[in-house]
């Protein structure tokens, strides 16, 4: 099944981390954050991807078309009719990714729309190039295909904005948790599964945001479900964000990794 992944907003609220790539490429580690959620993926056999391109889109390109020289040891003959030898090898050797231009300033309804044509009438997976999380993509599919609506999200826990102390009646702090998981109600995580019937509630209008009128009609035609999800999921929205990530993923206990 094919993966759509949402990958052309501005990303205003994490310039700071960085202004000259796309937030999608912003880094965990050694890989940018939408080269992770397509790992996690690829770990349950899906492995054809379709990235919706906008903002600074042509950087997603460049890494994807780099990518054996990105992730691969090689040998370069130099001079004319020189070759590239290349030394070692990389586990995405059976991917395929599709790079679609949806527009600078397509909203996220627009570019779903833009990429119907490489979907071919299927139901398709889709997220946002922003996110990750430990969602068994398996019973998420088993749950979509278990009830024949529409579309299905799924719905998680926020993190919490701060730290949570936890103490003993003494007032003794006994732990800290960094990011908590709010206890409150669900959100979007993104991590859809989609019928093809989902182009019926969407339009070619730049303005369209997803989020807005399509979901809002789905909800009132009784064709939207959540999937609960009560692992971890976390959004790279903000510096903060960013450095929690990194240091997950620095001191091996990163939730997503395969």
């Not at 997976?125 to 749950?143: C, K, N, P, R, S």
């Not at 579309?151 to 702090?173: A, K, Y």
Request: glycine letters at 12%.
């Amino acid at each position: 099944m094919k993966v759509v992944i949402l990958a052309g907003g501005f990303g205003t609220r994490i310039r700071d981390v960085a202004d000259d790539i796309p937030k999608p490429m912003i880094p965990i580690g050694r890989y940018p954050i939408i080269w992770h959620i397509m790992k996690w993926y690829a770990k349950f056999g899906h492995k054809e991807f379709v990235l919706c391109l906008g903002h600074k889109g042509h950087t997603i390109k460049s890494f994807f078309i780099d990518y054996e020289a990105h992730t691969r040891d090689i040998t370069l003959t130099l001079g004319s009719g020189g070759a590239i030898e290349f030394l070692s090898d990389h586990d995405e050797s059976d991917w395929r990714v599709t790079l679609a231009d949806t527009g600078l300033n397509a909203m996220t309804g627009a570019r779903i729309q833009r990429i119907r044509k490489y979907v071919q009438g299927e139901e398709f997976m889709l997220t946002y190039g922003d996110g990750v999380g430990d969602v068994d993509i398996e019973q998420l599919l088993a749950f979509h295909r278990s009830h024949g609506k529409v579309l299905t999200v799924t719905g998680v826990r926020p993190p919490g904005r701060f730290g949570e102390i936890e103490t003993r009646g003494d007032g003794i702090v006994s732990g800290f948790n960094e990011k908590p998981q709010a206890t409150g109600g669900r959100i979007s995580g993104g991590y859809f599964v989609a019928s093809p019937r989902l182009f019926d509630y969407l339009d070619d209008r730049e303005d369209l945001v997803f989020e807005r009128g399509p979901l809002e009609a789905l909800v009132r035609d009784k064709q939207l479900m959540m999937y609960e999800h009560g692992g971890f999921w976390q959004p790279m929205d903000t510096s903060r964000d960013y450095q929690f990530l990194n240091a997950l993923y620095a001191e091996g206990n990163a939730p997503w990794v395969p």
